[in-house]
């Protein structure tokens, strides 16, 4: 159940990548960037499926992820592991870009100016959903 539910995140996290992608493409960064942060926070959520762990219900998980490559450290791939400084980053900077991002029509921020958060975190989103689907894959043949 818990491996079926992992992949299941995961296919999603992928999708929401995909919507990312296609947001960028056309110039909507601000969809982009709302989009990468749910890539990554639904990945990882799938990586503590996996493990075993009921996850939170909220956006900002990284307590959880850090606890979790804290107390099973041994039964993550050394990749994820000595990623952990690189996810932790990209969804804390991704947490905090997401607001924003979702409200510029409330706020003095333009669209456009969100180009350069978006390309940068895109390359960091794309790592992180392979780092995940790495550990989810190892994790579900257990």
Known sequence: MEGKAALDALGDAARWLNSAKRSGESGDYNLGIYALEMSVEIALKGVLIALGIDYPKVHDILPS??????EYKSKLPTI????????????????????????????????????????????SSVKTLELCKNAIGLLSKR
Do not use: M
């Open 65 to 70: 992820v850090r606890l979790a490559i804290k």
């Open 80 to 123: 994820f592991v000595n990623n952990e400084a690189f996810i932790l980053d990209t969804l804390r900077e991704l947490l905090k870009l997401r607001g924003p991002a979702g409200y510029t029509f409330s706020s003095n921020i333009k669209i456009a100016d969100l180009e350069g958060d978006y390309k940068k975190y895109l390359s």
